[in-house]
T-cell receptor, first 111, second 113 residues
Framework: GNSVTQMEGPVTLSEEAFLTINCTYT??????LFWYVQYPGEGLQLLLK?????DKGSNKGFEATYRKETTSFHLEKGSVQVSDSAVYFC??????????FGSGTRLQVQP | KAGVTQTPRYLIKTRGQQVTLSCSPI?????VSWYQQTPGQGLQFLFE???????NKGNFPGRFSGRQFSNSRSEMNVSTLELGDSALYLC????????????FGPGTRLTVL
């Protein structure tokens, strides 16, 4: 079955620091890849997606590139803000609307 | 366009009871998926409904069931509640084709005492 490995958190950064959250996956075929974010007490919000190899998803300054050869979809942001503090989830979808989520990476941004 | 809505937002039940949670998808979306989120197991897929039919099911016991109505609204039911069923239950809607994007609701926080 599908599986996702995310870097363990919490990741603690100062405001304006560079962010990388690693994600690697195993899946059948070539899934669409998603990053979701969960703020305290809320559901999941779609952050970005990529549907094929070498696609780059981007949103709100976050970027991730679909790397088929390394089965990775690392999340990056050039300058984090306190408001980015949340839990980030990587998830592949092989087309059955059954997302497989990683364990989540908690990001804490300090002013 | 209104997002995915879930009711109730919070629920407290006791062991042995049953519970029904409701999810209204984004207008025009025909697929509804349900997920359970717990600190120990993380986010796990429960099942997916499309056009009133269950299309996909995760690895949960039969106490967990669901249904979908003709207007695409969905309910999930948990019977004979156990302490371990305490969780955040999230539903997500999508148009239902291929690898389309799922949009999540705010969740229902279920506490079993």
């Amino acid at each position: 079955g599908n599986s996702v490995t995310q870097m363990e958190g919490p990741v603690t950064l100062s405001e304006e620091a560079f962010l990388t959250i690693n994600c690697t996956y195993t899946a059948t075929g070539y899934p669409s890849l998603f990053w979701y974010v969960q703020y305290p007490g809320e559901g999941l919000q779609l952050l970005l997606k990529a549907t094929k190899a070498d696609d780059k998803g981007s949103n709100k300054g976050f970027e991730a590139t679909y790397r088929k050869e390394t089965t990775s979809f690392h999340l990056e942001k050039g300058s984090v803000q306190v408001s980015d503090s949340a839990v980030y989830f990587c998830a592949p979808d092989t087309g059955r609307r059954a997302l497989t989520f990683g364990s989540g990476t908690r990001l804490q941004v300090q002013p | 366009k209104a997002g995915v809505t879930q009711t109730p937002r919070y629920l407290i039940k006791t062991r042995g009871q049953q519970v029904t949670l409701s999810c209204s998808p984004i207008s025009g979306h025909r697929s509804v998926s349900w997920y359970q989120q717990t600190p120990g197991q993380g986010l796990q897929f429960l099942f997916e409904y499309f056009s009133e039919t269950q299309r996909n099911k995760g690895n949960f016991p039969g106490r967990f069931s669901g249904r979908q109505f003709s207007n695409s609204r969905s309910e999930m039911n948990v019977s004979t509640l156990e302490l371990g069923d305490s969780a955040l239950y999230l539903c997500a809607s999508s148009q239902g084709g291929g690898e389309d994007t799922q949009y999540f609701g705010p969740g229902t926080r279920l506490t079993v005492l």
